[in-house]
């Protein structure tokens, strides 16, 4: 964090998801320590990204209040990042950022083209939804298959829409594990905008 720069996480999870085991202070701890801005989308709740930014907020009032969740829709994940209110899940994919557009949020597709993940969005409804997604997640700290991040990544070129880089961290070790910079922002449309010339290649952690 330096001249106006962040170093941003942009998919992490905390123990309000029910597979994760990240203790909210460790995410505070590593925008304390490090400098990484972790976006908290757990499954189905707002209730972690809740209590990290109230932390954080305490220590840099700039930085504002960005409620997340990866929602489960009856046809794979969705991010909503800038929530006013947690979205309900088992929706179709469209419904759910026509909710998060109805909220003024952002919508990211996470891990898409992941063939080990039985919640990513599939081909088909990735093409039918995408002119409605603000965000393609290009690059995923846990992709196993080599290629699907380059695939994600191509994907989201030939559709003119932004890359986000995140951890998709879900225990301690894996925090911090690679990020993005960014310039700072103050809500979901300078986020947007900046997200339109960060520094595209992760930084991993060594």
């Known amino acids: 964090m330096d001249n106006g720069i962040l170093k941003c996480d942009l998919h992490v999870h905390s123990n309000h998801s029910s597979d994760a085991t990240i203790e909210v202070r460790d995410i505070v701890n590593l925008w304390e320590k490090r400098g990484i801005l972790s976006m908290v989308c757990d499954h189905d709740s707002i209730h972690g990204s809740f209590e990290v930014y109230r932390e954080i907020r305490k220590m ?6 960005i409620l997340a969740e990866e929602v489960l829709t009856s046809e794979g994940d969705i991010i909503g990042l800038f929530l006013t209110e947690q979205i309900l899940p088992s929706l179709t994919a469209a419904e759910t950022i026509d909710q998060i557009h109805g909220q003024g949020a952002i919508s990211i597709v996470p891990h898409p083209f992941s063939t080990l993940r039985s919640t990513a969005i599939g081909a088909t409804v990735l093409d039918s939804i995408i002119g409605q997604v603000d965000i393609i997640e290009g690059y ?42 960014i310039h700072r922002f103050d809500g979901p449309g300078e986020f947007l905008k900046c997200m339109e010339k960060p520094s595209l290649d992760p930084v991993k952690k060594i």
Do not use: W
């Open 60 to 65: 840099d009032r700039d930085i504002p209040m």
């Open 140 to 181: 995923n700290g846990k992709m196993m298959k080599a290629g699907e991040n380059q695939m994600a990544s191509e994907y989201a070129t030939i559709h003119k829409k932004p890359i986000s880089v995140g951890s998709d961290a879900h225990s301690p070790p894996e925090l911090g594990g690679c990020f993005m910079t």
